[in-house]
């Protein structure tokens, strides 16, 4: 069973940046689809970013994109999620993801979730 686990979360100020990790800890054996996703209070978990098994293809979520940048590591089995000018409309649990098919921004084409990190926003 793959298992991701998130990091970098906490306290950001707004208008700073942000970097998240996702490290894949039980490995799948072969290269997955990752994303990101993230849920605020009372909302549902919305798509950030995917990225595909060569890293070559990236997918923003049309609001975010210019402020975010979703990268990996192979080596490291690691995803990233950078994410700059922070804003209080970007706080909520942020989930990792990974899929065997291809990058989606619906939440039901990923098999695979970590168990997310908080991003808190302050003023």
């Known amino acids: 069973q793959v298992q991701l686990v998130e990091s970098g979360g906490g306290v950001v100020k707004d208008g700073n940046s942000l970097t998240l990790s996702c490290t894949e800890s039980?490995?799948?054996?072969?290269?997955?689809?990752m994303a990101w996703f993230r849920q605020a209070p009372g909302k549902d978990r919305e798509f950030v970013a995917g990225i595909n098994r060569s890293g070559g293809t990236r997918e923003y979520e049309y609001s975010i994109k210019g402020r975010c940048t979703i990268s990996r590591d192979k080596g490291k089995n690691t995803v990233y999620l950078q994410m700059n000018m922070v804003k209080p409309e970007d706080a909520g649990v942020y989930y990792c993801a990974a899929s065997d098919e291809c990058v989606s921004s619906e939440r039901g084409e990923y098999e695979f979730w970590g168990q997310g990190t908080q991003v808190t926003v302050s003023s």
């Open positions: 039980r490995r799948a054996g072969r290269i997955l689809v």
